[in-house]
């Protein structure tokens, strides 16, 4: 079946621009995450969806974050005023539901900001 | 929140020698998953281990969560070319959130 899929795969854009990038999880999961890839580096989790709950926003680095999830399903995380230290591999990962074990990532959407 | 420190960084190693990386915590972690990230690719899902001194194994692969719960490791026995990757250590928190330790990057001369 269909994986997580996210667009656009690349986005180059200039500092101080506003960016949306989008995650299309697998159907049915419930559960969806955003997390940001450095350069050479480990993961780092920005957000989460479960269902209908509040989404837990404790890893998005500052306010010119933030993200939505449309139905339960699409989710957007938008990154405004982009700063060069934006640039990254933004990964989306969903599964099952809370108790599920294990994450299904995406692709990626590399972001370079000039 | 938690975190974790993986040794080593890097590790180059021959085709056919065995290969460990280490994933330590400073506090006791009620679960820990594992991810492999080819070059160019997203984190897939090895395994997740719960129990104390839990030993799991996926043919070459050995996984092992420390009886303290606070250390994991990943055993690779004969490595191969498509070992190539860095794997992750990720205890897994409320929500299911994952805090990824910084990785081991094998790479494998054949």
């Known amino acids: 079946g269909a994986g997580v899929s996210q667009s656009p795969s690349n986005k180059v854009t200039e500092k101080g621009k506003d960016v949306e990038l989008r995650c299309d999880p697998i159907s049915g999961h419930t559960a969806l995450y955003w997390y940001r890839q450095s350069l050479g580096q480990g993961l780092e989790f920005l957000i989460y969806?479960?269902?209908?709950?509040?989404?837990?926003k404790s890893g998005l680095p500052s306010d010119r974050f933030s993200a939505e999830r449309t139905g339960g399903s699409v989710s957007t995380l938008t990154i405004q005023r982009t700063q060069q230290e934006d640039s990254a591999v933004y990964l989306c990962?969903?599964?099952?539901?809370?108790?599920?074990?294990?994450?299904?990532f995406g692709p990626g959407t590399r972001l370079t900001v000039l | 929140g938690q975190q974790v420190m993986q040794i080593p960084q890097y590790q180059h190693v021959q085709e056919g020698e065995d290969f460990t990386t280490y994933c330590n915590s400073s506090t006791t972690l009620s679960n820990i998953q594992w991810y492999k990230q080819r070059p160019g690719g997203h984190p897939v899902f090895l395994i997740q281990?719960?129990?104390?001194?839990e030993v799991k194994k996926q043919k070459r692969l050995t996984f092992q969560f420390g009886e303290a719960k606070k250390n994991s490791s990943l055993h690779i026995t004969a490595t191969q070319t498509t070992d190539v990757g860095t794997y992750f250590c990720?205890?897994?928190?409320?929500?299911?959130?994952?805090?990824f330790g910084g990785g081991t990057r094998l790479m494998v001369k054949p």
């Open positions: 969806f479960q269902g209908n709950s509040a989404p837990d």
């Open positions: 990720a205890p897994r928190g409320a929500g299911n959130m994952l805090t």
């Open positions: 281990l719960v129990k104390s001194g």
């Open positions: 990962a969903s599964s099952p539901g809370l108790n599920y074990n294990e994450q299904f």
